[in-house]
């Protein structure tokens, strides 16, 4: 908490959260009171709890997605929606639907453009286990034709996304590539500063 203070942060988010601590296994009721907990003190010293999206959360258990359940299992007033764009589409819903569902409760959104040849085609990024570790299973690298783009060079529809985000609530949009492959990383950032730039960002 004193470096999170020290170095001015307003939220704190948790970045990923495996299958297994999700709704539906025998540890989602005890992650949801450790993320309570954890919350509660973040709160209680002016920090917001955010949680990062993944597509493997809009899985369905009992008619609902994995990533609604934690938001109302939890309470939106201890941890926010941090969406991350790219993983919606690439779950199959819509970036600007999803972000109009929580609206209101939006701080933070994802910025990130990809193509793909098939949506929820399987992981498209390498996975890592309870320890943190990247996965060896060979088929976590099995991607469906999916590459990460810089801004404005995929499929993603911006403008209309920023627009969404804004009705939403959102104080920051994060440019966010995962990887890049022939490109120097720097350049691409560069790119899609400049996209923004011309949609007046």
Known sequence: MEYLKTIGAKYCAI???????QKGNPDFEKTVEEIKTVAKFLKDNGIQMLYHNHDFEF??????Y???WLYETVGLDLIKPEIDTCWVRY???????YLEKYSGNIDVVHLKDFVCEKFTGGPAYAL????????????VKEYPGFKFRNIGNGIQNFEEILAA???AGAEYVIVEQDQWYDDDSLELARKS?????????
């Open 165 to 167: 985000s804004e009705k």
């Open 66 to 68: 994995l990533l609604d």
């Open 15 to 21: 970045p990923w959260l495996g299958k297994d601590k």
């Open 193 to 201: 500063r400049e996209y923004l730039k011309s949609l007046g960002i």
């Open 91 to 97: 779950a199959g819903e819509n970036p600007c639907a």
């Open 59 to 64: 899985k369905k258990f009992e008619g609902k």
């Open 128 to 139: 890592i286990d309870n320890t943190g570790k990247e996965c060896t299973d060979e088929k």
